[in-house]
Structures are given as structure tokens and as C-alpha cells.
């Protein structure tokens, strides 16, 4: 009987340890904080210094993943300020086709195929100053997802597998569908196949381009799942690099209208140009650059309204909400500035 208390009391003093040290690691790992770097500078100079903030270098093949804009918008990045950056790490700028036509009157905008979307990314002056790949030019491959609730795989191009290491180099907008663009869209929507942004947008329920169901209550008609889709397709980019090389975040906060880079013509830019951000978590970066948007005061020259109501119109900071759940980074962050 002895032996049984002694061997009960003990279980018990183990479990009792356990559970404290279990405790204390929960405790711990919900006070780990993000650290976003940011500088005030947007320009060459400023992007390859918040880059180098970051401590990260680059390995193997990198590729450079950012939206050269659609046919008529001008808030693109453009290539003299990304040129530096690119140089430094000798990447290549990716990209892939969209899902859909800029309309009939704008068929020498449209980005839905690879011939008229190299003509794009040609008149928007990246070729021939950089190296530019189309990564659904050729096909498309999938790639697993941990978080299985809408989408079962996400669908990437395959020249994806390309490249070891990743930067992804936002430009941080609104979007009429998303509410806001920022890393997370970028990592999914932006390396989504064609077929890959079907998925996305419909929430796992179009796997194959129906253009006739382009845009109908089908392909639109869940709005959550789209955006927790979002965050389940770019995590999927996330561990498919981490498992190479490495991924890092750059968001540049310019030129913000409340359309995305992909509307062939935007909304008015109301808001002054903030800096640029950069984190090697992209949950963190996005919520940081949301944040910024939300403490912006309304002057003549400055005005959040806009944008601020399109995020909560379409329910925005949720995809950063999902993306948290499913262990893809943090909300909490702390901002370390790089100016002198």
C-alpha cells in the first residue's frame, strides 16, 4: 500500500509539473511579440536598408514575388525603386496570370494570359531591367495546406519549384474583394495559378476556371471562407519556403488607393505615402500596416475614411484574424524604426 500512495503521489507531483511548465510555455508563447521593422524612407536606398534590418540573407535562387500592375493603374511599385533591391540579392521578379479580363475595352490590359501579360510587365518598364517569370506560363502544381477548412491543396505555378527562397515585396493598398492588400494576399491570391485563384475566391468551390461563373454568387458568395482560404493558401506558400531556404516581408506603404494594383483603374490616392515595413512574419507585418491606417489622422491632405471603410465593409482584418488561428504568425508586434 505504501508503494501505491508513494507511486500515486509522485504521478501526481510530475503531472502537477507538467501542467505548469505547459502553463508557462502557453503563457509564453502568447506574450511573443513580432518585431516589424519600419523606415520612413521609400526609396532605393530605403528598401535595400529595411531589407538589411531584417538580418536574413538571401540562399540559392530568389525570387521576387510582387505585382507589376494592371495595364492602366500607375500605383505599381515601380522599378526604380524596387531596382537596388533586386540587384542586391539578384532575384527575379515572379508573377502570375489573373483570373480575369480587364473588360472589352481594355483587352491590351489584360493579364489573364502570358502573352498580353508580358506585354504589361513590358510597358510598365520591368523587362529588360530585371529577370521576370510568369510562373503559371506553363502549368501548375499543388502544394499542401494545413489548414484544410475551404481549400484541400493550394494551386501555385509551377515554376514555383524554381526557386529557394522568397521575398515578398508588397505594396500595401486597399482591394475591393479582400478589403486591404497587403503579404497575406500577395503570398496567396499573387501566387495562385489561375485555377489556384478560382479556388481562393470561391472558398474550395470552382478548382477549374469557369468564366462564366466569374464574379456570379458561386464564386463570390462566402466571404469568410474567402478570406480564411487566403490565409490557408498563404501558409502554404510560407512552409513550402521554409522548407527550402527561407521566406522574408516587405510591404511598401505608398500611393494607396482603395483599389488594388490589379484594378485597371483605381480610386484616387487620398492618403500621404507612410514608409516601408518589414518583418519575417507576415501576420504581424499585415496587422502593423492595418494599425498605421487606423491612426492616421484626417487632414487636407490626408484622408483614412475611405480605406478604413472598405476593410470593415469586407470584413479585412479577418484573413489576418484566420491566419493568426492557424499558427501562421502573430498579431502582436512591436514596431523598431531603422531611422536615424
Known sequence: ???IALFTFMAATFMLVGCKQNTESMKEKESQEATVYLTKDISPEGLVNIYKALGVPVKGRVAIKMSTGEGSNPNYLKPELIKNLVLEVDGTIVECNTAYSSGPDDLQDDRNNSENH?????RHGFTPTFKVDIMDEEGEMRIPVQDSTHIKYDIVGTHMANYDFMIALNHFKGHPMGGYGGALKNLSIGCGSRNGKAYIHSAGKMEVLDMEKLWTPEFIGDQDGFLESMAAAAQAVVDYFQKKEGIIYISVMNNMSIDCDCVDHPEP???????ILASTDPVALDQACVDIINQQKVTATNDPTDLLNRIDQQHGVHTIEHAEAIGLGTRKYKLVSIDK
Open 1 to 3: 500500500m505504501k508503494t
Open 118 to 122: 508580358w506585354k504589361v510587365i513590358e
Open 269 to 275: 490616392v487620398k492618403l500621404e505615402d507612410y514608409g
